[in-house]
Nanobody, 121 residues
Framework: QVQLVESGGGLVQAGGSLRLSCTASGNFLSIMAMGWYRQAPGKQRELVATATSGGMTNYADSVKGRFTISRDNAKNTVSLQMNSLEPEDTAVYYC???????????????WGQGTLVTVSS
């Protein structure tokens, strides 16, 4: 069982910044990757950014140059620094982790409860 706890959402004006953080805990062998997804009203959930345990990162084109993902493997945390926020960034942001189960070594997908980011124009 994996728990992901997110923090850092809120209301910000366009052009402002926010930082999201997520900590993973529970019974797993290791974390392969952590990342952030978002879902705006009436839209499908989409990838924002991911980072592997080896340091490889991947960003959605819409956030490249504005958002930065970082991980602390020792603390099982992932953060997302969001700069130059735009109203189009308004969404519920979800933390995701792909972990390796202890006994089966299977890859498991875990999700946080989501944190709302609202960017006003």
């Amino acid at each position: 069982q994996v728990q992901l706890v997110e923090s850092g959402g809120g209301l910000v004006q366009a052009g402002g910044s926010l930082r999201l953080s997520c900590t993973a805990s529970g019974n797993f062998l290791s974390i392969m990757a952590m990342g952030w997804y978002r879902q705006a009203p009436g839209k499908q959930r989409e990838l924002v950014a991911t980072a592997t345990s080896g340091g490889m990162t991947n960003y959605a084109d819409s956030v490249k140059g504005r958002f930065t993902i970082s991980r602390d493997n020792a603390k099982n945390t992932v953060s997302l620094q969001m700069n130059s926020l735009e109203p189009e960034d308004t969404a519920v942001y979800y933390c995701n982790a792909v972990v390796v189960a202890h006994t089966t070594y299977a890859a498991l997908d875990a999700w946080g409860q989501g944190t709302l980011v609202t960017v006003s124009s």
